[in-house]
């Protein structure tokens, strides 16, 4: 499968954006899926993951109740909604999958994940 992100861009600090990722060549709906996010200087670190059906979805700590994660699997597209933006969530937006896999495995970055390129959010103070 191939994973082509999108939505970046420059935001004010408690502002919104939403970043998505296109799916195309695989079953997007037996894909688990996630962000990650990885800040100059920094490690690469999980954001969110969704289940297949969109029914459960999994957040970092740093970002639970301000990020929102979720899937249209008619569209072969996952989504991720950025509320109440912060310095701090600047950073290049990765997202992930792996087919037929968990959103354990999603969170451990597993080989065999699927990656698309990233896109860059950046939230001024």
């Known amino acids: 499968v191939q994973l082509q992100a999108s939505g970046g861009g420059l935001v004010q600090a408690g502002g919104s954006l939403r970043v998505s990722c296109a799916a195309s060549g695989g079953t997007f709906s037996s894909y688990v899926m996630g962000w990650f996010r990885q800040a100059p200087g920094k490690e690469r670190e999980f954001v969110a993951a969704?289940?297949?059906?969109?029914?459960?979805?999994y957040y970092a700590d740093s970002v639970k109740g301000r990020f929102t994660i979720s899937r249209d699997n008619a569209k072969n597209t996952v989504y991720l909604q950025m509320d109440s933006l912060k310095p701090e969530d600047t950073a290049n937006y990765y997202c992930t999958g792996r087919y037929k896999g968990t959103a354990g495995q999603i969170m451990r970055a597993s080989g065999n994940n699927f990656w698309g390129q990233g896109t860059q959010v950046t939230v001024s103070s």
């Open positions: 969704i289940s297949y059906g969109g029914l459960t979805t």
